[in-house]
Nanobody, 126 residues
Framework: QVQLVESGGGPVQPGGSLRLSCTAS????????IAWFRQTPGEGREGISC????????FYTDSVKGRFTISRDTAKNTVYLQMNNLKPEDTAVYYC???????????????????WGQGTQVTVSS
């Protein structure tokens, strides 16, 4: 059974940082493109970043470019989303996702996945 698990969310003040982690059971994250999405109440899920399987191509949506960094630790089978200079508008539930058939990720855009974690809440507030 494929399962993704996000962690690392929590409350943070504006300008602060958090690092989200995405781990997996039932498959090896290193073998798949991984994406991060976020969702606020009443809104659809927004794709914000992805990292391809190889050669590690990354994409960031404009709203997070320059502040968020996606990376892999292959030894730990984990994908991270480092979030710096957080803003109140970054408040959302953050999800990692993949697609076992393949998830599109290029320097110009990203697709969506079909396997999702349970999400982790990020709240940016003073």
């Amino acid at each position: 059974q494929v399962q993704l698990v996000e962690s690392g969310g929590g409350p943070v003040q504006p300008g602060g940082s958090l690092r989200l982690s995405c781990t997996a059971s039932g498959f090896t994250l290193n073998d798949y493109t991984i994406a991060w999405f976020r969702q606020t109440p009443g809104e659809g899920r927004e794709g914000i970043s992805c990292i391809s399987r190889t050669p590690g191509i990354t994409f960031y949506t404009d709203s997070v470019k320059g502040r968020f960094t996606i990376s892999r630790d292959t030894a730990k089978n984990t994908v991270y989303l480092q979030m710096n200079n957080l803003k109140p508008e970054d408040t959302a539930v953050y999800y990692c996702t993949t697609a076992l058939r393949g998830l599109y990720c290029s320097a110009y855009g990203m697709g969506t996945g079909d396997s999702w974690g349970q999400g982790t809440q990020v709240t940016v507030s003073s």
